[in-house]
Nanobody
Protein backbone atom coordinates (compact mmCIF):
# COMPACT_ATOMS: atom_id res chain seq x y z
CA UNK A 1 0.00 0.00 0.00
CA UNK A 2 1.54 3.28 -1.15
CA UNK A 3 1.15 6.30 1.10
CA UNK A 4 2.27 9.87 0.49
CA UNK A 5 2.33 12.42 3.32
CA UNK A 6 2.95 16.10 2.56
CA UNK A 7 4.18 18.67 5.07
CA UNK A 8 5.64 22.16 5.20
CA UNK A 9 2.71 24.28 4.07
CA UNK A 10 1.58 27.39 5.86
CA UNK A 11 1.07 31.13 5.68
CA UNK A 12 3.84 33.26 4.20
CA UNK A 13 4.14 36.85 3.01
CA UNK A 14 4.74 37.67 -0.65
CA UNK A 15 8.42 37.29 -1.48
CA UNK A 16 8.91 34.70 1.23
CA UNK A 17 9.91 31.05 1.01
CA UNK A 18 8.56 27.66 2.01
CA UNK A 19 9.89 24.14 1.66
CA UNK A 20 7.41 21.33 1.14
CA UNK A 21 8.24 17.70 1.86
CA UNK A 22 6.57 14.49 0.74
CA UNK A 23 7.42 11.25 2.50
CA UNK A 24 6.61 8.07 0.59
CA UNK A 25 6.08 4.61 2.03
CA UNK A 26 5.05 1.25 0.63
CA UNK A 27 6.57 1.95 -2.78
CA UNK A 28 9.72 1.22 -4.75
CA UNK A 29 10.77 4.84 -4.57
CA UNK A 30 13.69 4.48 -6.97
CA UNK A 31 11.25 3.52 -9.74
CA UNK A 32 8.86 6.41 -9.15
CA UNK A 33 8.44 9.66 -11.02
CA UNK A 34 7.53 12.19 -8.32
CA UNK A 35 5.61 15.38 -8.80
CA UNK A 36 3.99 18.34 -7.12
CA UNK A 37 0.59 19.59 -8.25
CA UNK A 38 -1.53 22.41 -6.90
CA UNK A 39 -5.19 23.31 -6.85
CA UNK A 40 -6.56 26.75 -6.00
CA UNK A 41 -10.17 27.12 -4.82
CA UNK A 42 -12.56 26.59 -7.73
CA UNK A 43 -9.72 25.70 -10.10
CA UNK A 44 -8.43 22.48 -11.64
CA UNK A 45 -5.38 20.68 -10.35
CA UNK A 46 -2.27 21.65 -12.34
CA UNK A 47 1.26 20.32 -12.52
CA UNK A 48 3.87 22.40 -10.73
CA UNK A 49 7.01 20.29 -11.04
CA UNK A 50 8.09 16.70 -11.66
CA UNK A 51 11.32 14.81 -11.16
CA UNK A 52 12.41 11.40 -12.43
CA UNK A 53 14.44 8.86 -10.50
CA UNK A 54 17.47 10.08 -12.45
CA UNK A 55 16.94 13.69 -11.41
CA UNK A 56 15.43 15.10 -14.61
CA UNK A 57 13.04 17.93 -13.78
CA UNK A 58 10.16 19.73 -15.41
CA UNK A 59 8.42 22.90 -14.23
CA UNK A 60 5.31 24.86 -15.00
CA UNK A 61 6.14 28.16 -16.67
CA UNK A 62 4.60 30.07 -13.77
CA UNK A 63 7.16 28.73 -11.27
CA UNK A 64 10.34 28.48 -13.35
CA UNK A 65 13.23 30.24 -11.65
CA UNK A 66 11.40 30.36 -8.32
CA UNK A 67 10.67 26.74 -7.38
CA UNK A 68 13.06 23.80 -7.20
CA UNK A 69 12.04 20.15 -6.95
CA UNK A 70 14.48 17.60 -5.57
CA UNK A 71 14.46 14.08 -4.18
CA UNK A 72 16.39 12.00 -1.70
CA UNK A 73 15.97 8.37 -2.71
CA UNK A 74 17.66 7.12 0.47
CA UNK A 75 14.98 8.89 2.53
CA UNK A 76 12.09 8.17 0.14
CA UNK A 77 11.33 11.88 0.16
CA UNK A 78 10.69 14.55 -2.46
CA UNK A 79 10.94 18.28 -1.76
CA UNK A 80 9.68 21.49 -3.29
CA UNK A 81 11.65 24.61 -2.40
CA UNK A 82 9.48 27.63 -3.12
CA UNK A 83 11.11 31.06 -3.24
CA UNK A 84 9.83 34.51 -4.18
CA UNK A 85 6.30 33.41 -3.44
CA UNK A 86 3.41 35.32 -4.96
CA UNK A 87 -0.26 35.52 -3.92
CA UNK A 88 -1.16 33.53 -7.04
CA UNK A 89 0.84 30.61 -5.63
CA UNK A 90 -1.86 30.17 -2.98
CA UNK A 91 -3.27 26.65 -3.31
CA UNK A 92 -3.36 23.19 -1.84
CA UNK A 93 -0.21 21.40 -2.96
CA UNK A 94 -0.40 17.66 -3.63
CA UNK A 95 2.37 15.12 -3.92
CA UNK A 96 2.08 12.58 -6.73
CA UNK A 97 3.95 9.41 -7.59
CA UNK A 98 3.94 7.23 -10.71
CA UNK A 99 5.75 3.95 -10.96
CA UNK A 100 7.58 3.81 -14.28
CA UNK A 101 7.14 0.02 -14.52
CA UNK A 102 3.57 -0.59 -13.32
CA UNK A 103 2.23 2.88 -14.25
CA UNK A 104 0.31 2.99 -10.97
CA UNK A 105 -0.31 6.49 -9.62
CA UNK A 106 -1.02 7.72 -6.09
CA UNK A 107 -1.80 11.06 -4.45
CA UNK A 108 -1.16 12.54 -1.03
CA UNK A 109 -3.74 14.41 1.03
CA UNK A 110 -2.28 17.83 0.26
CA UNK A 111 -0.76 20.67 2.24
CA UNK A 112 -2.07 24.24 2.17
CA UNK A 113 0.08 27.15 1.07
CA UNK A 114 -1.25 30.67 1.57
CA UNK A 115 0.71 33.68 0.31
CA UNK A 116 -0.74 36.89 1.71
CA UNK A 117 0.33 40.12 3.34
Amino acid sequence: QVQLVESGGGLVQPGGSLRLSCAASGSDFSREVMGWYRQAPGKQRDMVATITSGGFTNYADSVKGRFTISRDNAKNTVYLQMNSLKPEDTAVYYCNTRNVITKLTYWGQGTRVTVSS
